[in-house]
């Protein structure tokens, strides 16, 4: 074990070459670059063995990904807002040839106005194409969910592309002490990936013809048994994780306070990293609060959420995200968790466009919320927090 | 492997995306009179529907879907595109 001592960005790169990456077709946009230059750097000094894959564009990296990854190489990319954008449609097909390609993905918000400042929309707007979504809240935590991301996307059972989102700036530009293990520690935990359905060319295969409603019906629901299986598995591989390198960032929740609160926030991101001071100044004041954090918001922790807040006087949920016409994302999702609980569920949206959400304004939006509980007795609010 | 996934595979085979031949709306037919034996048919045709027999080329009626390239490439105008349900089949 050593530390080391670099950016969001930086370790994200350290951790793919520690993961014995073999093909990274990728394409820098703002601000994921850093992971793209420090890869093609590992590379050009013989650190690395992979090959970098440089692309006219984010739909032709994925497209190149999934290639690589169906002919049994571990692959991995990153990308950022339009760019994620624009792999859209690749995302669906990375799912449904089950290729369990990992991604780093720094959220940012997407234009216009042109913003380079972080926001989680455009993560969130990708919840649907059936990739594992871990979010998480330091630099270390991105070390080590890139090295579980292999170990549960590769997992027979599981089969599922696997992108790791965290802010831009905030965390991809800040530089934080990591504990990074040896590279035989990580190689004993991650085994080499063997994959070689398609390179037997005694058999030869192709993947993807047209599929008839009976069939496609069946490959769809067989993509949501693996959602469902990945749960043991982020379980399973998150604690042997733990128990062999000593860092442990909960499964598909992290919870803190969880015994002794009665008023919960529930986010995910940076903005919980946040959110955990702002627990301090809360419970100094005599409000018993706590946190959830979710870590991976597909697949979505229902059950975990239903548990801890059973009982809870209020919830209050923080979205950096934005759904249009409709209630944002963990709003949405912590809401329907809920449904049939007798739980008061408040939603605020922050810190849109890298506006700034810190532990002092996320205290203020608590006591808010429970002042409108309190006067208005309302079951469900949402509110744009501009200030 | 031992995946637990409904995956979308196909094997290679003839016809493997089912008899594409009733797609058709206009048939192409050689005229053999005319015809050259230049193949340049059979390595165009999109759909590998024209198989050479007897140093000639033959159209599969079963998958060509009637797309006209044979018979806008021919140098020799040998192939005409023809329209009704009974012809070639």
């Given at each position: 074990?050593?530390?080391?001592?670099?950016?969001?960005?930086?370790?994200?790169?350290?951790?793919?070459?520690?993961?014995?990456?073999?093909?990274?077709?990728?394409?820098?946009?703002?601000?994921?670059?850093?992971?793209?230059?420090?890869?093609?750097?590992?590379?050009?000094?013989?650190?690395?063995?992979?090959?970098?894959?440089?692309?006219?564009?984010?739909?032709?990296?994925?497209?190149?990904?999934?290639?690589?990854?169906?002919?049994?190489?571990?692959?991995?990319?990153?990308?950022?807002?339009?760019?994620?954008?624009?792999?859209?449609?690749?995302?669906?097909?990375?799912?449904?040839?089950?290729?369990?390609?990992?991604?780093?993905?720094?959220?940012?918000?997407?234009?216009?106005?042109?913003?380079?400042?972080?926001?989680?929309?455009?993560?969130?707007?990708?919840?649907?194409?059936?990739?594992?979504?871990?979010?998480?809240?330091?630099?270390?935590?991105?070390?080590?969910?890139?090295?579980?991301?292999?170990?549960?996307?590769?997992?027979?059972?599981?089969?599922?592309?696997?992108?790791?989102?965290?802010?831009?700036?905030?965390?991809?530009?800040?530089?934080?002490?990591?504990?990074?293990?040896?590279?035989?520690?990580?190689?004993?935990?991650?085994?080499?990936?063997?994959?070689?359905?398609?390179?037997?060319?005694?058999?030869?295969?192709?993947?993807?013809?047209?599929?008839?409603?009976?069939?496609?019906?069946?490959?769809?629901?067989?993509?949501?048994?693996?959602?469902?299986?990945?749960?043991?598995?982020?379980?399973?591989?998150?604690?042997?994780?733990?128990?062999?390198?000593?860092?442990d960032h909960g499964f598909l929740i992290q919870p803190f306070f969880e015994e002794e609160s009665n008023i919960f926030i529930v986010t995910l991101g940076g903005v919980a990293g946040e959110a955990m001071d702002s627990i301090k100044?809360?419970?100094?004041?005599?409000?018993?609060?706590?946190?959830?954090?979710?870590?991976?918001?597909?697949?979505?922790?229902?059950?975990?959420?239903?548990?801890?807040?059973?009982?809870?006087?209020?919830?209050?949920?923080?979205?950096?995200?934005?759904?249009?016409?409709?209630?944002?994302?963990?709003?949405?999702?912590?809401?329907?968790?809920?449904?049939?609980?007798?739980?008061?569920?408040?939603?605020?949206?922050?810190?849109?466009?890298?506006?700034?959400?810190?532990?002092?304004?996320?205290?203020?939006?608590?006591?808010?919320?429970?002042?409108?509980?309190?006067?208005?007795?309302?079951?469900?609010?949402?509110?744009?927090?501009?200030? | 492997?031992?995946?637990?996934?409904?995956?979308?595979?196909?094997?290679?085979?003839?016809?493997?995306?089912?008899?594409?031949?009733?797609?058709?709306?206009?048939?192409?037919?050689?005229?053999?009179?005319?015809?050259?034996?230049?193949?340049?048919?059979?390595?165009?045709?999109p759909e590998a529907s024209i198989v050479v027999e007897r140093d000639s080329p033959k159209i599969l009626y079963e998958y060509c879907k009637g797309c006209g390239i044979c018979a806008e490439e021919c140098p020799v105008k040998a192939?005409?595109?023809?329209?009704?349900?009974?012809?070639?089949?």
């Amino acid at each position: 074990m050593k530390w080391v001592l670099d950016t969001g960005n930086h370790i994200a790169a350290l951790a793919a070459k520690y993961a014995r990456v073999q093909v990274i077709p990728i394409y820098p946009i703002t601000p994921q670059t850093s992971i793209a230059e420090l890869l093609s750097e590992f590379i050009e000094r013989g650190e690395m063995k992979a090959r970098l894959i440089r692309v006219e564009s984010e739909h032709s990296a994925m497209a190149a990904a999934i290639g690589a990854s169906l002919f049994g190489a571990r692959t991995f990319t990153a990308t950022s807002s339009h760019g994620l954008a624009l792999m859209h449609e690749m995302l669906h097909w990375a799912t449904g040839a089950r290729t369990p390609i990992v991604m780093a993905v720094v959220n940012r918000a997407l234009g216009p106005p042109w913003s380079i400042w972080t926001e989680y929309t455009d993560t969130m707007s990708q919840r649907d194409t059936g990739w594992i979504q871990a979010y998480v809240i330091s630099n270390q935590e991105i070390f080590d969910t890139i090295i579980q991301a292999y170990k549960i996307a590769e997992n027979r059972k599981v089969m599922l592309p696997f992108m790791v989102c965290f802010e831009g700036f905030t965390i991809s530009h800040t530089a934080e002490p990591v504990s990074v293990p040896e590279q035989e520690e990580i190689d004993d935990f991650l085994p080499s990936y063997e994959y070689d359905l398609l390179t037997n060319f005694d058999n030869p295969l192709t993947l993807g013809n047209v599929a008839f409603p009976d069939d496609y019906f069946k490959m769809r629901e067989s993509i949501e048994k693996s959602m469902r299986e990945a749960r043991n598995t982020i379980i399973s591989v998150c604690s042997e994780y733990s128990k062999k390198f000593g860092q442990d960032h909960g499964f598909l929740i992290q919870p803190f306070f969880e015994e002794e609160s009665n008023i919960f926030i529930v986010t995910l991101g940076g903005v919980a990293g946040e959110a955990m001071d702002s627990i301090k100044i809360l419970r100094n004041e005599n409000i018993k609060a706590g946190l959830v954090r979710i870590r991976f918001f597909r697949p979505f922790p229902k059950e975990e959420l239903r548990e801890i807040l059973r009982n809870a006087e209020l919830v209050v949920t923080l979205d950096r995200s934005t759904s249009f016409g409709a209630d944002p994302q963990v709003f949405c999702e912590v809401k329907s968790a809920l449904y049939g609980l007798d739980v008061p569920v408040y939603g605020a949206i922050v810190g849109l466009g890298g506006k700034e959400i810190d532990y002092f304004s996320i205290s203020q939006i608590v006591k808010h919320m429970m002042r409108i509980r309190k006067e208005q007795g309302k079951m469900e609010y949402l509110r744009w927090y501009m200030k | 492997m031992d995946s637990q996934q409904v995956l979308p595979l196909s094997k290679p085979k003839i016809g493997v995306a089912g008899r594409t031949g009733f797609w058709r709306s206009l048939t192409p037919i050689i005229d053999h009179d005319k015809c050259v034996k230049c193949l340049l048919c059979v390595v165009l045709c999109p759909e590998a529907s024209i198989v050479v027999e007897r140093d000639s080329p033959k159209i599969l009626y079963e998958y060509c879907k009637g797309c006209g390239i044979c018979a806008e490439e021919c140098p020799v105008k040998a192939i005409s595109m023809v329209s009704g349900d009974e012809v070639g089949t």
